[in-house]
């Protein structure tokens, strides 16, 4: 059983063969897909997805921080409601993004902390989108961390003591298709920490792993970084799927 922590199948990307990516990713072994929203616009079709695989696809509710803007708050207040309406499985995707634009980031900030207090509020994992920010995501994780915050950093890419820290504040690292590249750094943390606290995922279409790179990312490729990451710590692929599935049923369930 795998499980993909992070994916936007709900996306265009996938217009043309989203049924057949689905049957794909089940014939891989993946048995459960969260899917983080982004903004309004994918609210709607995040749903729809969710309601067409109903035991497979999760949907989450956030605003992802690339796409914060001085109308923020507005879109946040409308988003508030669906927490009451529909069944949410986490909140995000959220976080802090200083790669693409460091002018928004009070902004950012400033949606990212009620993000938080939406994970206290309604009793939810939160997803954490952090890209040149990491130092300030898991900063404002540990000062609101009272005990009942948990989640994920999603795309983790850091250092050791990063994933120390992280796993102090009692949160998970997501794992994806950056474990694959051959400079991309993972392989050597991930030999330090082991399974524990590691979750899968592919955030998909973005990042497919290697054969894929530059090309579409999709959800059955979480078999590939299972494979990866069972060679990097020299384990079974069995004991890789085994793990980092009970792990990210801690984070969700």
């Not at 690339?66 to 529909?86: I, K, P, Q």
């Not at 990063?162 to 943390?189: Q, S, W, Y």
């Not at 692929?237 to 969700?252: G, I, Q, S």
Request: charged share 25%.
């Amino acid at each position: 059983m795998l499980i993909d922590t992070h994916a936007h199948l709900f996306v265009s990307q996938f217009a043309s063969d989203r049924d057949l990516m689905v049957s794909r990713a089940k014939e891989a072994g993946v048995e459960k897909v969260f899917l983080p929203n982004i903004d309004e616009k994918s609210i709607d079709p995040m749903l729809k997805l969710s309601n067409s695989y109903p035991d497979w696809c999760f949907p989450t509710m956030g605003l992802h921080p690339c796409s914060v803007d001085e109308n923020f708050t507005a879109v946040l207040d409308r988003m508030e409601s669906f927490f009451e309406s529909t069944d949410m499985f986490a909140v995000g995707e959220t976080g802090i993004d200083l790669y693409w634009d460091d002018t928004t980031k009070d902004l950012q900030l400033a949606s990212f902390r009620r993000h938080i207090q939406w994970a206290k509020d309604f009793g939810l994992p939160i997803i954490i989108h952090s890209r040149n920010a990491l130092d300030i995501t898991i900063s404002e994780i540990s000062k609101a961390q009272d005990g009942s915050l948990k989640g994920v950093f999603h795309c983790f890419t850091g250092e050791l003591q990063d994933v120390e820290k992280i796993r102090d504040l009692g949160f998970a690292m997501g794992v994806g298709g950056v474990v694959t590249f051959r400079n991309g750094g993972l392989d050597k943390v991930l030999k330090r920490v082991g399974l524990e606290g590691m979750v899968l995922e592919t955030d998909s279409p973005y990042l497919a792993p290697v054969p894929y790179r530059g090309k579409r990312n999709e959800a059955g490729y979480v078999k590939i970084i299972a494979e990866k990451v069972s060679e990097i710590l020299e384990l079974s692929f069995e004991e890789v799927c085994r793990k980092t599935t009970e792990n990210a049923l801690t984070v969700f369930e």
